[in-house]
């Protein structure tokens, strides 16, 4: 009795390979790229002198460990800035996925030790007051939650998380640039304040009355918008057609 002939199976068909996205196909990708580039451009240099009294903000005498502290934070913030954009970029992501590893890896592995860790030990120093305190050491502490998780997700491969806790960490690495935009819009408000004599007309006092709301909506606002994007854009999933 001649043996069963083998059973042929239906070889199975190859992914079809990701179609690049254009940059011009994501808008957004050249405004914030002029944003980045334009913020580093006028608040990094200062510090280039490694002086403190070329800061920006006032820097306390005491700790010692404060200024070199900022420095740190601040020029691995710039390194991440720009990363952001790469990790964002669709064409980039899908022509160079080295790349994007890469660079992924570069801002989470640097930016703990050069952003978060030194974020979470200034803040507490903040010269604007409790409120901007409070503001500065939530943020740090919601970054670096933020970038582990995206980290961890990654390694487990489980990207559709990794992605979206990643875009929350890129939400919160531009606040500072964003307090900017904020600091435009309660300007009025704070003339308004100062006109009726509620607060005086004062540098420092201006700077007590500015420095929690704007420090809290830098990041607040940035955030809410992710989480929007990530709850109705998500594309919705096909249900798949019943079979016997």
Known sequence: MAPPAPTETAAPRPRPAPVPVRWWQRPWI???ALFSLTFLAYSVPPYFSLD????????????????PALITHIFGGTLLTLLVILQVWPWLRARYPAVHRWSGRTYVLAGIPLVG???LLIA????TGFG??????IWAVLWLTFTVLGFVMARRRRFADHREWMLRSFALIYGIA???????????FLIL????G????DEQALAMAMGAPSSFLSWIVPLLFVEWWIKYRKPRRRRRPATA
């Open 198 to 201: 509620v607060i005086p007309d």
């Open 52 to 67: 403190p009294a070329d800061a920006r903000l006032p820097v306390p005498e005491t700790p010692a460990w404060y200024f």
């Open 30 to 32: 050249l405004p914030l």
């Open 117 to 119: 860790v030194p974020a």
């Open 132 to 137: 901007t305190q409070v503001s500065n050491t």
């Open 193 to 196: 304040q100062v006109e009726a």
């Open 178 to 188: 964003f307090n900017r935009v904020i600091i435009l819009f309660l300007l009025p």
């Open 124 to 127: 507490p120093f903040s010269s």
